[in-house]
């Protein structure tokens, strides 16, 4: 069956690099998309970005300086890679997969990053 | 970007009531394809957000037929019948017309 899985470090530096891993079974990342989807604390949803079956990406304007999304379909993982990393970046981190007909069907555990010195 | 305005921010309700919640859209969801891009997802506490609604109004597998969708273009509502105790969480609608996909602010469901 579908199963994505989140992982990467609970903690953060102010300044530094966020290096997050969604690894996913059950579909080829090659027909399917996965996009991020973050939540701070007591806040709601956002979009952060995706990568597409063919590859391509997209990102959410307010992060796209600071954001790559990257994949090995050898692994079956997607990687989110975010730079100077702020505090207001504490949240969870959600990997999705998308399709058109559904929207976002299945989402990983999430992984709760903490920004902080 | 498509802003998604949604409301009430909360709502509680009695067992075995209704509840509905709206859900606006700054631009139309109705792709030229015919299919509109809305979808709703329940977040319950503690846990990742769950498919139980898409293209405004198709039923996604596993979830309880008391929750219904309607609406079109930009204006469209979720109806949950009959409130379990399990329906408590918070309810968001999102759109996958364009990009950036947004999502909207939620709406909390608590039991009175």
């Known amino acids: 069956q579908v199963q994505l899985k989140e992982s990467g470090p609970g903690l953060v530096q102010p300044s530094q690099t966020l290096s997050l891993t969604c690894t996913v079974s059950?579909?080829?990342?090659?027909?399917?998309?996965v996009h991020w989807v973050r939540q701070p604390p007591g806040k709601g949803l956002e979009w952060m970005g995706g990568?597409?079956?063919?590859?391509?990406?997209d990102y959410n304007s307010a992060l796209k300086s600071r954001l790559s999304i990257s994949r090995d379909t050898s692994k079956s993982q997607v990687f989110l890679k975010m730079n100077s990393l702020q505090t207001d970046d504490t949240a969870i981190y959600f990997c999705?997969?998308?399709?058109?007909?559904?929207?976002?069907?299945?989402w990983g555990q999430g992984v709760m990053v903490t920004v902080s010195s | 970007d498509i802003m998604m305005t949604q409301s009430p921010l909360s709502v509680a309700v009695t067992p075995g009531e209704s509840a509905s919640i709206s859900c606006r859209s700054s631009?139309?969801?109705?792709?030229?394809?015919?299919?509109?891009?809305l979808s709703w997802y329940l977040q319950r506490p503690e846990k990742s957000p769950q498919l139980l609604i898409y293209?405004?109004?198709n039923l996604a597998s596993g979830v309880s037929g008391r929750f219904s969708g309607s609406g079109s273009g930009t204006d469209f509502t979720l109806k949950i019948s009959r409130v379990e105790t399990e329906d408590v969480g918070i309810y968001y609608c999102?759109?996958?017309?364009?990009?950036?996909?947004?999502f909207g602010s939620g709406t909390k469901l608590e039991i009175k």
């Open positions: 999705t997969n998308f399709n058109w007909e559904l929207g976002f069907d299945y």
């Open positions: 059950g579909f080829s990342l090659t027909s399917n998309s």
């Open positions: 990568i597409w079956g063919d590859g391509s990406t």
């Open positions: 631009k139309s969801l109705l792709h030229s394809n015919g299919i509109t891009y």
């Open positions: 293209q405004i109004s």
């Open positions: 999102v759109q996958f017309l364009e990009v950036p996909l947004t």
